[in-house]
């Protein structure tokens, strides 16, 4: 089993000192709790890697102690008289910090606040992005079993960050994973008793597991998918992008539709998008707003939250549905062969069952029931296709498909 445990970093007095963690009567010293969570689960089996989150104020904070960084080799004064230097590159400054080298990774996100005469203007939303498309990159690299937030450092904003970060990524993952072998990562929070500097010696560590429920319902309305506002919001001055996202979302909501008001024959007869399609333009997503983001660290892009959100589940969606559709080889009919409605029946039966949509599958069961009823009385010849209406005799006029109904 494998996990990933993620923590606000620390830069404040006393970062080098270690602290007696304990969990199931075992005990630790370790200058984090992540650190300890890590060693204590990798004694039961567990692969963790830990990943520290550093805002990027962090070294400007001048409640350090100067003298506990010099004897680590950190000229902090220097930071300090000349901000805009570690500005450039703030990674190599966090790459030279000896007492965190215990971490598999780290990486920078936006701050909030004046820090040292230097003002900060990212955004709440900025930061939740920032850690929740780290998150889904690095499962999409390598999936774990688990991951695990620890929330016993940070300011109150970038654990409460943290805590939307993770909603995110797990909604992401559950409606992107229907299929029984795929699998949906476990949520855990993870903190210790407080450490106040008061007479404690030992901080024991707590673990509670969260779940964040997700369904079978769209992110996006009908006005998302047929206006042009959602899209401009999301790709602002790039036309040809914004028009490859709008058609990738309309197929997805006449892919969602149909399966979501039982008429699985518009799937057969419309087809859908290719799953690495899908995949290749929400990694295409990520890759863009990782560069609006990073392209400065003092101000905020002003990416909107509520659409940016609702691309990357639509984007997780639309591909996990495709996934289970290609898994039970469904695909566009050809109109020589038709289809087969028994095969039908099993087949959304089954994909209903995968979907929680248990209404869909009985609907479905009747409605094709009386279908073969109809069939069999009123047509002559079955072996030649003719329309269902011309069978049903509703006496209705045939014609295109009713866009009410998609």
């Known amino acids: 089993m494998s996990s990933l445990i993620y923590q606000i970093g620390r830069f404040d007095r006393g970062l080098t000192k270690e602290y007696d963690f304990e969990k199931d009567g075992k005990s630790i010293k370790k200058r984090l709790s992540s650190f300890a969570l890590k060693e204590l689960l990798e004694e039961e089996g567990e692969d963790s890697r830990v990943v520290l989150i550093y805002p990027v104020s962090l070294p400007l904070n001048r409640g350090v102690d100067k003298e506990e960084l010099k004897n680590n080799s950190i000229e902090i004064e220097r930071l300090w008289e000349n901000p805009s230097e ?179 024959l518009a799937v057969y007869h419309l087809g859908f998008d290719d799953a690495n399609i899908i995949r290749e333009t929400f990694e295409v997503l990520l890759d863009d707003m990782k560069n609006l983001l990073y392209e400065s660290y003092l101000k905020s892009p002003g990416l909107n939250r509520g659409a940016y959100q609702k691309a990357i589940l639509t984007l997780g969606f639309y591909e996990g549905i495709v996934k289970v559709l290609d898994k039970y080889g469904v695909k566009v009919y050809e109109s020589e062969i038709g289809s087969d409605l028994e095969e039908i029946k099993n087949t959304f039966g089954e994909i209903y069952e995968l979907f929680g949509l248990d209404l869909n599958r009985v609907f479905l069961g009747n409605e094709i029931g009386s279908t073969w009823i109809k069939i069999k009385s009123k047509a002559e010849d079955c072996s030649n296709w003719q329309p269902f209406a011309l069978i049903h005799g509703s006496g209705q006029r045939i014609g295109p498909p009713n866009k009410r109904n998609y």
């Open 86 to 264: 570690y500005l450039n590159n703030p990674r190599e400054f966090f790459s030279r910090l000896p007492f965190y080298r215990e971490a598999d990774d780290f990486f920078i996100i936006h701050s909030i606040g004046t820090y040292s005469g230097v003002t900060f203007e990212g955004e709440f939303s900025d930061i939740v992005f920032e850690i929740a498309m780290d998150m889904i990159e690095r499962y999409l690299k390598n999936p774990v079993e688990k991951i695990y937030v620890d929330v016993s450092t940070g300011f109150n904003i970038y654990v409460s960050a943290l805590l939307e970060a993770v909603r995110l990524f797990s909604t992401w993952a559950a409606l992107r994973s229907w299929l029984p072998e795929e699998g949906r990562p476990e949520i855990w929070l993870s903190f210790s008793d407080p450490i106040l500097g008061g007479g404690a010696t030992k901080y024991p560590l707590h673990l509670e597991r969260v779940s964040f429920k997700s369904f079978f319902s769209s992110p996006l309305s009908k006005n998302d998918v047929t206006g042009e506002r959602f899209y401009k919001e999301v790709y602002r001055g790039d036309k040809e992008k914004r028009a490859r996202l709008k058609k990738l979302f309309e197929n997805f909501a006449v892919v969602f539709t149909a399966i979501n008001r039982n008429a699985p």
